[in-house]
């Protein structure tokens, strides 16, 4: 027969654990809807149904010769080298933003071939390369 200090232990971990395992459970379901992978082209490409109303991130190099610069948006290429994905553009871009560079822009798909982004990411030094984006490029150019 269990005493009652032993009773009151188990039902204090019982309770711990439970409380434990719902924030665990409520983090993740966050998590999971907060979060936007990382694609490419390549992988836009090959997506079956195309989702316009999903928020996407898509990453790549800016294709060289590509970039149209207007006074209301920008136009450029995202390559991955294999694949191409035009991208329309309304605001201003980093500094680091230019032909030939790694870029990575968030926004909606119109379809496998146009993207119109919200927003331009460029939060790293010239010399930076994600590595997801650099295994792309060796795999894709050879």
Known sequence: MLTKKVKKRVSFLSLFLVLSLIAVFFTLKSLTNNI????????????QEVNINKRIRIGGMV??????????????????????????????VPNLFSEGKGVVAEGKLQDKNFFIADRILAKHDEKYMPPELKSLIKKNVK
């Open 63 to 92: 294709k060289t010769n590509s970039l149209n610069i207007n006074d209301k948006e920008i136009k450029f290429i995202v390559t991955d080298f294999k694949n191409d994905l035009f991208v329309s553009y309304s605001g201003t």
């Open 36 to 47: 936007l992978y990382f694609k490419s082209p390549t992988d836009i490409k090959l997506i």
